[in-house]
């Protein structure tokens, strides 16, 4: 299973970009993708997810910010991040597991797409 993620780049505080996560080879049917994202020196958070029948989840720090999306035809999962801020500064990582009924949640097996870095200047 391959996660491609594409998207981040520079931008200044009050922009906005668009992240993109393509999955190929996976068979999970009912799935869940999503991003998270890592600053330097801290540990990989959770951002926001979506399962295939549409729950979703997004930390506080971003909810009306962002929002997440998905096409499962493309199997990609989309974020977009708007008024950036410097705080959203980190690389960004792309998961895709296995999802429960009514729940959102990732279940085992887990992928992970290569980081994809989002840097907002002041």
């Known amino acids: 299973v391959q996660l491609q993620a594409s998207g981040g780049g520079l931008v200044q505080t009050g922009g906005s970009l668009r992240l993109s996560c393509v999955h190929s080879?996976?068979?999970?049917?009912?799935?869940?993708m999503g991003w998270y994202r890592q600053a330097p020196g801290k540990q990989r958070d959770l951002v926001a997810g979506?399962?295939?029948?549409?729950?979703?989840y997004y930390t506080d720090s971003v909810k009306g910010r962002f929002t997440i999306s998905r096409d499962n035809a493309r199997n990609a999962v989309y974020l977009e991040m708007n008024s950036l801020k410097p705080e959203d500064t980190a690389v960004y990582y792309c998961?895709?597991?296995?999802?429960?009924?009514?729940?959102?949640?990732?279940?085992?097996?887990?992928?992970w797409g290569q980081g994809t870095l989002v840097t907002v200047s002041s």
């Open positions: 080879g996976s068979t999970l049917s009912e799935n869940t």
């Open positions: 979506m399962t295939s029948s549409g729950n979703t």
């Open positions: 998961r895709l597991g296995r999802a429960v009924r009514g729940a959102f949640a990732f279940l085992p097996p887990t992928y």
